[in-house]
């Protein structure tokens, strides 16, 4: 799910950042997630997993 930011940091300036993410299901109880967000000064770069447990 994509996001958008813009930060108003005073007489510091401002940042605008961008971040998109998502999960990518192998089984009924377990995800694989991927993520990036990128800014006027940093990038970062997510790897997560998901384990469901059933009910």
Do not use: K
Not at 14 to 28: I, K, Q, W
Not at 48 to 55: D, K, L
């Amino acid at each position: 799910m994509p996001n958008g930011r813009y930060v108003d940091l005073s007489d510091s300036g401002d940042d605008t950042g961008f971040s998109v993410g998502g999960l990518y299901d192998l089984s009924d109880a377990f995800s694989v997630g991927l993520g990036g967000s990128w800014s006027d000064d940093t990038s970062s770069y997510t790897l997560s997993g998901r384990f469901y447990f059933g009910n």
